[in-house]
């Protein structure tokens, strides 16, 4: 069920109603968050459903044995191993199998299993793993409630997209009651809306230039290469992080606070403080359970640069089975070196002003070749269109809309840029915050595609 879908119009208010209804029971209000969460998720594929439900009861499980018993590090691991080889089976099996069976020249058909790949089983899994980890530390409690559990791994906003949660701040939300705050819900839909702007008006007007261009690079000259390769940085923005803005404003509505998952990651003066900006919940997760414990930057220079590449490398293959992800990780890596080389890795991120411009523009233009590299089929397709960018022809140009509906997201971010979302600095006068809403909520029916346009992300 897509979050612009008609479908998702009628749910979102019936969900809410029954919800709010059963406020003064809690465990029933979980429960019925849960079925939901559950026919929202299996609106895709009902079969989705025995994978998620099996990785919530394998990580409440472990978390009890890990409270009960002396193998604590057992119950860890094995929950581990289990869901990461769940992950491992439908997202890379056939992509490893089919590259050894290449390597020892046979053929690779009956090796492999063609698996469907599960809606967002990367962010399900991790979310679900950080539970047990942090269990396992200590930093918080194993929980007996099993219905506030299952909702917390499912919870259907932030489900298939993220932002990926901690339990420590998610799982005590569902373990007490919650109160309807009216502007609590009023500014979740101002988000909404304003997430629903950058992915049905931004993102989807670009991927239409960028589909076509990216189906056919040979066909066009270099101008209209790098033009699509620009809109392609703009659609995963407006794409992804207006997921992340429909599913934190949609997690008010009932009560519950999601952390902020992107902040104005084009307006970043470097690439590491890009990464400190884009999907921040990944990237602070893969920060906390992997860089950290490997010894982070503790242990001097050479230790630094080779956590960086494990974690980039790692990041690569969380997006995806496929040559070109590993690469855009490891041209990350190369980004990050001279920063780490020179100190200048860790530097606080502060406000920027407008004389950051020029490296503001330089990361832009970093970030979108690694884009390229992002958006391609395979490695050779990559390398094709970078060098086709050099070349003069056909020029290809983009419909009307989308440069003045860029202009307008990015000039709205950019006056916003200290708020947790643009609308939160709405003028106080109620006539003119309504001529703004109105004009948005008409702009997004009028773009509304006749085929539905899922999420980037929902294929990782």
């Given at each position: 069920m897509l979050f612009g879908s008609?479908?998702?119009?009628?749910?979102?208010?019936?969900?809410?109603?029954?919800?709010?209804?059963?406020?003064?029971?809690?465990?029933?209000?979980?429960?019925?968050?849960?079925?939901?969460?559950?026919?929202?998720?299996?609106?895709?594929?009902?079969?989705?459903?025995?994978?998620?439900?099996?990785?919530?009861?394998?990580?409440y499980a472990s978390g009890l044995l890990m409270q009960r018993s002396e193998r604590r590090k057992t119950a860890l691991w094995g929950n581990v191993a289990v869901n990461l080889l769940i992950l491992g089976v439908f997202k890379y099996y056939d992509f490893f199998a089919s590259e050894l069976a290449t390597l020892l020249g046979l053929p690779a058909e009956g090796w492999l299993l063609h698996l469907v790949l599960p809606v967002g089983i990367s962010f399900y899994t991790f979310q679900a793993l950080s539970y047990s980890i942090d269990v396992y530390k200590g930093k918080v409690a194993a929980t007996r409630n099993v219905v506030a559990f299952f909702a917390y791994v499912s919870f259907f906003p932030q489900l298939v997209a993220g932002p990926i949660e901690r339990a420590s701040s998610l799982l005590p939300q569902f373990e007490r009651g919650r109160t309807f705050h009216r502007r609590m819900a009023a500014d979740g839909m101002r988000q909404m809306l304003w997430g629903l702007f950058k992915k049905m008006v931004v993102a989807d007007s670009c991927a239409v230039y960028v589909d076509q261009v990216f189906g056919a690079p040979q066909n066009y000259g270099g101008a209209t290469l790098a033009m699509a390769a620009v809109l392609f940085s703009i659609q995963i923005y407006g794409d992804f992080s207006g997921y992340s803005d429909i599913a934190i404003g949609c997690a008010k509505l009932f009560g519950i606070r999601l952390r902020r998952n992107?902040?104005?990651?084009?307006?970043?003066?470097?690439?590491?403080?890009?990464?400190?900006?884009?999907?921040?919940?990944?990237?602070?997760?893969?920060r906390d359970y992997v860089y950290i414990p490997m010894g982070g930057s503790r242990e001097g220079r050479w230790h630094t640069v080779r956590n960086t590449f494990v974690i980039f490398l790692l990041s690569g293959l969380w997006h995806g089975?496929?040559?070109?992800?590993?690469?855009?990780?490891?041209?990350?890596?190369?980004?990050?070196?001279?920063?780490?080389?020179?100190?200048?890795?860790?530097?606080?991120?502060?406000?920027?002003?407008?004389?950051?411009?020029?490296?503001?523009?330089?990361?832009?233009?970093?970030?979108?070749?690694?884009?390229?590299?992002?958006?391609?089929?395979?490695?050779?397709?990559?390398m094709q269109y970078v060098v086709g960018m050099a070349h003069a022809g056909q020029w290809l140009?983009?419909?009307?809309?989308?440069?003045?509906?860029?202009?307008?997201?990015?000039?709205?971010?950019?006056?916003?840029?200290?708020?947790?979302?643009?609308?939160?600095?709405l003028p106080r006068c109620r006539w003119v915050r309504w001529m703004v809403y109105i004009f948005l909520i008409f702009i997004i029916v009028a773009f509304m595609q006749t085929d539905e346009m899922p999420f980037i992300y929902f294929q990782f």
């Open positions: 008609i479908e998702f119009a009628v749910f979102l208010p019936v969900v809410f109603a029954i919800y709010w209804l059963l406020r003064r029971r809690l465990q029933w209000q979980n429960l019925f968050l849960v079925l939901a969460s559950y026919v929202f998720y299996g609106w895709w594929n009902w079969r989705f459903l025995l994978l998620i439900a099996f990785t919530s009861a394998c990580s992107f902040n104005v990651p084009y307006f970043a003066r470097d690439v590491a403080e890009f990464w400190r900006r884009w999907h921040i919940s990944l990237t602070t997760w893969f089975a496929n040559w070109t992800f590993v690469c855009w990780g490891l041209y990350h890596v190369l980004l990050f070196l001279p920063l780490i080389v020179s100190g200048r890795n860790r530097r606080f991120c502060d406000d920027a002003s407008l004389r950051d411009m020029p490296r503001m523009l330089l990361t832009f233009v970093l970030a979108t070749l690694g884009w390229v590299i992002f958006r391609s089929p395979s490695l050779p397709f990559a140009q983009p419909e009307l809309v989308v440069l003045p509906s860029i202009g307008l997201m990015m000039v709205v971010e950019w006056l916003n840029r200290r708020c947790s979302h643009p609308f939160r600095r």
